[in-house]
């Protein structure tokens, strides 16, 4: 059974930085594509960076390229998300995601087990 529990949100001022975490359970990572998503007040759930395969292979959407990584921790079993540069914008609930497969991790709308989320508010 896939398990995935976020943490690190908070509240944090423009051009701050803030780490998520995804601990995964139940999985090794290298087997499955890890994702984030967001999902903003009023707004549907996007993706926002994934990261698959025993060579760690990531993509990440155009409006945080430059601003967020996506690194992982086979020890912890845990992929994270370090977000920097933060926007007012970025504002909101963050879910991790898995799903099974290797070699490309976007196509969003495959990713079937989720997390809870994580509140993050960019606000001075």
């Known amino acids: 059974q896939v398990q995935l529990v976020e943490s690190g949100g908070g509240l944090v001022q423009p051009g701050g930085s803030l780490t998520l975490s995804c601990a995964v359970s139940?999985?090794?990572?290298?087997?499955?594509?890890i994702a984030w998503f967001r999902q903003a007040p009023g707004k549907e759930r996007e993706g926002v960076s994934c990261?698959?395969?025993?060579?760690?292979?990531?993509d990440y959407e155009h409006f945080v390229k430059g601003r967020f990584t996506i690194p992982r921790n086979h020890t912890k079993n845990t992929v994270y998300l370090q977000m920097n540069s933060l926007k007012p914008e970025y504002t909101a609930v963050y879910y991790c995601?898995?799903?099974?497969?290797?070699?490309?991790?976007?196509?969003?709308?495959?990713?079937?087990?989720w997390g809870q989320g994580t509140q993050v508010t960019v606000s001075s």
């Open positions: 995601a898995a799903d099974r497969r290797v070699g490309y991790c976007k196509n969003y709308y495959l990713y079937d087990y």
């Open positions: 139940g999985v090794a990572l290298d087997d499955y594509a």
């Open positions: 990261i698959v395969g025993s060579d760690g292979s990531t």
